[in-house]
């Protein structure tokens, strides 16, 4: 498919991270194939992950889902649209569904938030089914993917901060595996442990420690 609004908007988001200095550690690159369809599943911790997500993806373009209500919006909506990101009505979740799909077989990589909101423990929610059940219907790899830092910047019930040289810490796992006839929730919850490793390996090396806590550390697990 034509991308004639993807290239332009990732110029912009990378002008963005410089003038906020932001820092990518990203750890796991190589575990996104160059080629072909994959489910890139992701933890949800702020309202930017998907840039992040999308940064550390070059030079695949992922097609994230994302709610519907985006691609009304009248600046986000037609972005949206143009970088060919699958909108989710919740009340006719199929057609988002069998849009994701066709991208998968038409060999993209698709972009899922398995919690299906912020956590605003910013540990690892109960995980929906949908990453596991699209990678299995297609044979496409999952790839399970951390994002930690984007919290500190601009994160559901806090107030936006704008500070320069934070840090966004990504780690990208080894391919999971799931094959058609797998029990679906039995493989969603070994994706949601294998996120809860990533992430335990993730903060451990994040470069900023606060003296005493911090409200941005991951605390305990949402249902």
């Not at 990518?24 to 933890?43: C, H, K, M, R, W």
Request: hydrophobic content about 45%; glycine content about 10%.
């Amino acid at each position: 498919m034509a991308d004639l609004v993807y290239p332009p908007v990732i110029t912009a988001a990378r002008a963005a991270f410089r003038t906020l200095g932001i820092h990518f550690d990203i750890v796991g690159a190589q575990n996104i194939p160059s080629t072909g369809g994959a489910v890139l599943a992701s933890n949800h911790v702020s309202y930017l992950d998907f840039l992040f997500c999308g940064f550390a993806a070059r030079p695949r373009l992922v097609r994230f889902m994302a709610k519907e209500a985006v691609f009304r919006h009248p600046v986000s909506g037609p972005l949206m649209r143009g970088m060919h990101h699958i909108p989710v009505d919740r009340e006719a979740g199929i057609a988002s569904f069998r849009a994701a799909l066709a991208a998968l077989n038409e060999g993209e990589v698709v972009g899922v938030f398995p919690e299906a909101t912020i956590s605003t423990s910013f540990a690892i929610k109960e995980l929906k089914t949908g990453a596991v059940r699209l990678a299995m219907a297609t044979g496409t790899p999952l790839i399970p993917m951390i994002t930690f830092g984007g919290q500190r910047l601009f994160t559901k019930g806090r107030p936006k901060d704008w500070s320069r040289g934070r840090t966004i810490a990504m780690t990208i796992g080894e391919p999971m595996i799931v094959n058609r006839g797998d029990d679906s929730e039995v493989a969603t919850n070994a994706l949601r442990a294998r996120l809860t490793e990533l992430l335990t390996a993730t903060v451990a090396r994040y470069p900023d420690r606060p003296e005493s806590g911090g409200w941005w550390l991951p605390g305990t697990p949402e249902n």
